[in-house]
């Protein structure tokens, strides 16, 4: 408590009381921030600064990127723009601004750096000098833009932009303007944390010369009730200009409702400017087509891609396409994990991607006239490419024990650099946790990885109470990630030591173990659960009595399958967004390919088994206490499912809480609800493991 007292008021003082926000030195509070303890708490945790968009300037010399700070007191964020010499040296602050810089990019020959804001009102594009010097206004775009793209020749722009084609309630009833309502005729009626607007995002190119003014342009999807990018999820980066300035390739899926809501077959669309002709590059390719890269020489064509329909978590590829002849292959047939964020060497002849490997993200090398793969990288953190710049990587590395920074790779050394050094001023006072990578044996003998994180100052002469941390997704890695929910620092910052298991159903180890969950839910993952579970309360320093079980998403329905199915394992469970009954999951998630594949049909097919592992199933077994977390605008998992495994919980007299927020989604993203969800969460396991 003196803890969270003591930087409550520095937060005062650093963060200021007045209703009017004071910018100027809101990009350096971390660095001045002083600790009065070397323990993580759920305010410093949100004092981190967070790096988002990098990227190379053209003659490789140059990173720029954003960082955004939280201002906690305001309950809001800003967002700045850096510049750093890709050999190192002192990053430079080119923006601060009460307005957020966003999509931060270079200019194609380098001479200005471009962004969006909604300084002038509506987001519009902007450009600067690469010191921060001369912002100017370039788009004035009716209601503002979302997204961006210059040709490589400077003579148009792409940008999307919200288009509305559909009518209103009160637009089919216009003699009834205060009525409130919604009329729905097929699925995909909403999406994640938003209902459709009667809008569709659509992309527009317009000319553009250095130095001029961008207006409306030409909608190469007109009339087209479809979205790119893809929502909810997609940017800019689902599209991509031809070098020589004349075609544009985007990302599409042209579908809708019933069919859109089963299917995850998007696919490339090639736009032609000179007659304004469109066609379809990966017709009959079945699963998600994303993520268009050209040469830089414009006579090939790189992009991700799944093989089947309706699965999202199938084996991501890398495809390549001679754009003369049209000639597809595949690159990573003989790769049995994901490959992306494709990334073209300065020679041709290669391509860097990043690939989850044994639950790390690394850098490799593909030889594109031998087809082998190597991997260039290694360590106990995340590496996402950015750029190749000759004798050096750009990447952003991060890990569990520190958030993400950008750095330099040397490709003959493999020294890293940190470029950015976003946090050091933190991280320079916290003692983090031991981070401990296990392989222990599962229940049918397979060997599987576990993280394990212990508090710091760990005594092994000690016994500390332990949480077994369940992963969603359900097909999303336990790689080396930071999270400012799931931080595994944080919860080892209590005292606790914290179990990870990279249970069945995830990536890193082939893709029969990634797809072995399927269908399967209730099953031998679950079991990997416990294996990772009894292995750890077997060593001395762990109190078998002290046990917790915690997790979101799929995560969530695990803790909630696991309260009717541990054996008095465990004596505290937290579920956040959590199945509860997949009965219901069925018929009131929104992407249907979802649920369809992973419970294989809807559960009135299934009448031998009817989804019989549904923890609302098992509810006569609970006898835990259980904190239940859920966010209104969760979409994906309504809010319901959460609301029935808590009022299960308290007809069966068992202990259990509900925090509920109107305003979040599948996550928590502001600051002040993130320091309740902090609290929350370490003060319910306090209470039943301490």
Known sequence: MQRILMFTALAGLLFGSCSTPVHEDHSHHNRDLQLSSDRMTPEVLWSFGRLGSTAVSPDGQTVLYSVTYTHIGEDRSYTDLYTVPVTGGTPVQITNTAVNEAQADWRPDGRKITFLSSASGAMQLWEMNPDGSERRRVSDIEEGITGYSY????????????VKLDQTVNERHPDLPKANARIEDDLMYRHWDSWHDHHYSHLFIASYSPGGELTEGTDIMEGERFDAPLKPFGGMEQVAWSPDGQALIYTCK???????????NSDLYAYQLSDGSTRNLTEGMAGYDKNPLFSPDGTRLVWE??????????????????????EKRDLTVDFDHNAGSPVWDRDLDYLWFSSNREATYQLHLLDLKSGAIHQVTEGVHNLNTVAHTGDALIAARVSMSEPADVFRIEIETGNNTNLSRINEGLLGQLTMGKVEERWIKTSDRKDMLVWVIYPPHFDPNKKYPAILYCQGGPQSGVSQFWSYRWNFQMMAANDYIVIAPNRRGLPGFGTAW?????????????????SAADALVAEPYVDEERLGAVGASYGGFSVYWLAGNHNKRFKAFISHCGIFNSDMM??????MFFVDWDMEGPYWEQADKRYDFSPHLFVDQWDTPMLVIHGEKDFRIPYT??????????????????????????????????????????????????
């Open 305 to 326: 891609s799944m093989a089947r329909d309706g699965y999202e978590a199938d084996k991501n590829r890398l495809f390549i396409m001679d754009w003369e002849s049209g």
């Open 641 to 690: 499912q959460g609301m029935g495994a808590f009022n299960a919980a308290r007809i069966r007299d068992i202990p259990a809480r509900f925090l509920y927020f109107p305003e979040e989604s599948h996550w928590v993203l502001s600051a002040q609800n993130g320091i309740l969800w902090q609290r929350e969460f370490a003060g319910w396991l306090d209470k039943w493991l301490k």
């Open 151 to 162: 040709a490589p020749d400077l003579k148009h722009i792409a940008y999307s932009k919200p």
């Open 514 to 530: 990634n797809e072995q969950i399927s269908g399967d839910y209730g099953g031998l993952n679950m079991q990997d659960y416990l």
């Open 254 to 264: 042209k579908l809708s409702g019933r069919d859109y809501a089963f299917s995850t």
């Open 586 to 591: 069925y018929t009131t998630t929104e992407e």
